[in-house]
């Protein structure tokens, strides 16, 4: 993946930045010769003014002090990891002209250092979005940028749909409304306000640019994930494995933190809690949790479940070892390996169903089940044959919980069992052939989940909708439309 570098203006909190804009330039002349041309003149004195605090001339003063332009010289060159000179060689060139974040360099460099949000469950809005990608992919790579920072840490972030979010994220052009205009086509991508009322906190990103997931265009999870750390508090560092290095890498690893910025966040926020899942961490708050590039279409025709199952106020969609998790009342789906919500779970899952009273789901693999009790896994995975059944039975198809009758029911090939909740025993008489209580049911099912009062079976590409009480099928639809496609 080609992924442009990063030019933006970050605004922290209690810091005075230098306005993306810039004064006319006075360049160094007279007195303090320099051989270099006066078009590099001007653009170091620019990049100088603006990230290294070099003083701007009083107005029709035609001199400025050379030594104090060398020194400043120096510190960039100092702080990017160059040969000290003072002059600006190629190589100091190039840096400069390297897109790049538009926070100073010169604020004092240290690793615990930095503005915070005074708490750790941090809301998020998207205001308006771009042109450039559907909007539900925005959503993906907005959330999946700011899981970076919530899997390294203490940190949660949920979504709202109001203006008054902590973080407000925007897709804006030229003139804006906060003093900092973009400005077109390439060179500042976005910037970013320090934790904070008001602005504090928001993003912003030019949409004069190209947004893209992957390939051409500037990359929005990579330039995502680095404004996010301004606005979470975090400073620029020299370290250019440092997702908060000033100018990007065209390439970037899985792993888009290094040791350094888990070591600032965990700084302000303290550390991800020990639970894999728990209440403090929930993950299908915080956001995927799985790079964009690597995300599965989910809009594929042939899309099709091994499990579907309510998980307290979300659904759980389970395909081979990868997971996506829809809000039940709201428009927002996570996705990634079904380990990077669950830790303890490195297989795939064939049922799962949700017992509301209890509070509790069950996951079934094969011929072991996981329990998940609020949003913690609780202990290692137990044999089916706590549930009752024979132990030649190795693996469910599907199962479902009926809330009205207190029984759940597992489908396996072209049988059924009736659990009893309450008695926790196996109801007599079964297994029952599906075709019998079923009627036209007539294939191997895949997933079941119960809602408003219906069965809704998953049988590959297609979903059954079945009144249980009439014994019929009552509608049919594609089983990718249940992400929102």
Sequence with gaps: MHVMLLSCCCVLVLVLPVPCFTAPT??????????????????????????YNLKKEPFGRRKMSWPSFTSK?????????????GTLDPETLDMMQSPRCGVPDVEEYNLSQGTRWNKNVITYSIGRYTRDLPRNTVDSLVASALS????????????????????????????????????????????????????????HFDDSELWAAG???????????????????????????????????????????????????????????????????????????????????????????????????????????????KHNKQNDTKEGPITNFMPKIETNIDAAFWVPRRSTAYLIHESMYWTVKGSLVKGKPKPLTNFGFPTWVHE????????????????????????NENRRVMDVGYPKYISEDFPGLNTTISAALQKDGFIFFFVGPQVFKYDYTQQHIVGVEKTNTWLGC
Excluded at 248 to 275: C, F, H, M, W
Excluded at 399 to 418: E, K, N, P
């Design 148 to 203: 970076v920072w919530a899997r390294a840490s203490g940190l949660t972030f949920v979504r709202s749909y109001t203006r008054s979010a902590d973080i407000m994220v925007d897709f804006v052009t030229y003139v804006h409304g906060d003093m900092y205009p973009f400005d077109g086509p390439r060179g500042t991508l976005a910037h970013a306000f320090g934790p904070g009322d008001g602005t504090g906190g928001d993003t």
């Design 396 to 419: 469910v198809d599907a199962a479902v919980h009926m809330v009205q009758t207190g029984r759940t029911l597992f489908f396996i090939h072209d049988i059924y069992w009736s659990f």
């Design 73 to 85: 010289v120096r510190d960039m060159q100092g702080f990017f990891g160059l040969n000290t000179t």
């Design 215 to 325: 390939g051409k265009g500037f990359n929005l999870y990579v330039v995502a994930a680095h404004e996010f750390g301004h606005a979470l508090g975090l400073k620029h560092s020299r370290n250019p494995e440092s997702l908060m290095y000033p100018t990007y890498k065209a390439t970037r690893s899985v792993n888009i933190l290094s040791r350094e910025d888990v070591a600032n966040i965990n700084a302000l926020y303290g550390r991800r809690p020990q639970s894999s899942w728990n209440t403090q961490y929930n993950p299908w708050l915080s956001g995927s949790l799985f790079p964009p590039r690597l995300m599965r279409n989910k809009c594929d025709p042939d899309r099709s479940f091994d499990a579907v199952s309510t998980v307290g106020d979300a659904t759980f969609f389970f395909r081979e070892r990868y997971l996506w998790i």
């Design 26 to 51: 006075v360049i160094p002349e007279g007195d303090w010769y320099s051989p270099a041309p006066q078009s590099d003149l001007k653009l170091a004195t620019e990049y100088l003014q603006q990230y």
